[in-house]
C-alpha cells in the first residue's frame, strides 16, 4: 500500500513537472529602440576616451613645451605599445601615458617605464 502511494505520487509529480515545462515554451517578440545600438557605440568610445569610468595613466615629465615634446618623441620611439598624449594644465605641459582600467595595470607598465624615465608616477585623473 505504501509502495503504491509513492508511485502515484510520483507520477503525479512527474506528469505536473512535465506540463509544467510545456506550457513555459512559446515566442516573445522584444521591440528594440533604434538609438539603443548608437547609445552603446557612444559609452564604448567614450570608456576608451577614458571620459567614462576610472581609468589610471602616467605621467612621465610636467613643465615647458619644448622638453615636453622631446619626452613624448623618445617615449613613442621606445614604448609604441601604450597611448601617450601632451596635455595643457596651466601652467605646465604634462606628458601621460596609457588608459589603464585598474591600479595593477598601471603598475606593470610603470615599472617597465621607470627602467628609462626614473621619475615617472601613477595617478588616476580627475573627471572633467
Do not use: C, H
Not at 2 to 16: D, Q
Not at 96 to 116: H, P
Amino acid at each position: 500500500m505504501l509502495r503504491r502511494t509513492k508511485l502515484i505520487i510520483t507520477s503525479s509529480l512527474l506528469l505536473g513537472f512535465s506540463a509544467l515545462g510545456t506550457a513555459q515554451e512559446g515566442t516573445q517578440n522584444i521591440v528594440q529602440d533604434e538609438r539603443i545600438p548608437e547609445l552603446l557605440a557612444l559609452k564604448t568610445q567614450m570608456t576608451k576616451d577614458s571620459r567614462l569610468g576610472d581609468r589610471y595613466r602616467i605621467q612621465l615629465y610636467s613643465g615647458d613645451n619644448n622638453q615636453a615634446s622631446k619626452i613624448i618623441k623618445e617615449y613613442r620611439a621606445l614604448y609604441p605599445d601604450w597611448p601617450s598624449t601632451v596635455v595643457y594644465e596651466t601652467p605646465n605641459y604634462k606628458v601621460w601615458v596609457g588608459n589603464f582600467r585598474n591600479s595593477l595595470e598601471a603598475d606593470r607598465a610603470l615599472l617597465e617605464i621607470k627602467k628609462t624615465f626614473p621619475a615617472a608616477f601613477r595617478f588616476k585623473p580627475e573627471k572633467r
